[in-house]
């Protein structure tokens, strides 16, 4: 056994443990009501880093949630890995969807983790994958494994678009200076599949309010007669795919990146079963822009898709009105070269453009950010591959993911490094619905494979000098 998995053996029951008491603290960015146990996550990051062996462990106020700073500098001359990670959560709800209580971690067997998984909110998404990387360097500085220099920044504002960690990492890039940027926060195809994330989408949330008259009314003396603004708003919603599910917003696929065919067959090698993938979601049929896969619809096709709509009567039994009022909330995913900024204000001045007379229309922006893309020539990737194949016994698979991490793209042009993203999550492991999991297996695999990219890496660097 290498030293590491012995390390790993006698000290799981402790790593499982300590992330269990992390996923209880509800850090959930999104609902003020848990501001305080946002700040209550972040201290104990600032401890469990300390413990793993960081010389320097900094809680940075920054106008939102304060971001953990950590490092350990063992020699100015060696390269610097820079690890990202959020401590964060999506709120639990609906929370009667769920089979324990999302803050009482339990393990559980599942088909897909018959070694067991941890249920918990963020247990996959984030804080299980930021804490194989805290374990990693407990192992690294605790068994003199540690070949190179690491600094740590995890944030707590991921899940709602990152906007102190953009401010921060404007301000600090001198702190920050890396050879190379490690995040795990993205997933691979399967247990026996492994895969690196190559590809991140990028993103466009708008939130769209249609106001028809300035009272709700009786739908019988006015209904027929008046625009009513939930009809109207489903109808402008409809209109945003034609027949064939491709966006009718015209100019959004202006910048859109088109992969060659020889791209596209590379990328239908991975190992892919449309019959399993309809099964665990209980379809009878995938959806989705005319022409593509489900894997290229899912990854390298942009997309916009309404994330939630409200307006009228929902309670219980009937009642006859025509509200005032309609909402929702649209996301649109973007590929390489769209420009987010760009394309929201297309979305906006199409939006207002086709809402018919007797209605106005209000669009507000929420966040966004650039997609990204990382070359598989690079000595980041190189030396993650090779830690996959060491740990995994197989070559990994690189693969675009659907998912965004918008604040990517800014590390690469504020920090000028790359990004790798080594996910350890599966799709099955519902991140952001109710019980999320993260698979025992995935955890310990995670904190096997990283502190063999840090010397893969530091020995591809040093080479290359
Ligand atoms: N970790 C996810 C993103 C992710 C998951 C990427 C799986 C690839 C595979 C991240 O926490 C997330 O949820 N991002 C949001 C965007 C953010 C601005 C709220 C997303 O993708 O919806
Ligand atoms: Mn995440
Ligand atoms: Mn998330």
Redesign the pocket.
Known sequence: MTNAKNYIEKHKNRFIDELIELLKIPSISADSAFSQDVINTSDLIKTSLENAGCDLVEICETPGYPIVYGEKIIDPNLPTVLVYGHYDV?PPDPLDLWDSPPFEPVIKKTTTHPEGAIFARGAC??KGQLFMHVKALEYMTSNNQLPCNVKFMIEGE??VGSESLAWFVTKHQEKLVNDVILISDTGMIANDIPSITTGLRGLSYVEVEVTGPNRDLHSGLYGGAVANPINILTKMIASLHDEDNHITIPGFYNKVENLSLEERAEMAKAPFSLEDYKKALDIDAVYGEQGYTTNERNSIRPTLDVNGIWGGYTGEGAKTVIASKAFAKISMRLVPNQDWTEITALFKSHFEKIAPKGVTVKVTPHHGGQGYVTPIDSIGYRAAAKAYTDTFGKNPIPQRSGGSIPIVSLFEKELKSKTILMGFGLDSDA??SPNEHFGIFNYLKGIETIPLFYSYFTEMKLAEL
């Open positions: 999506q998404d984030d991921e899940e991140i952001h």
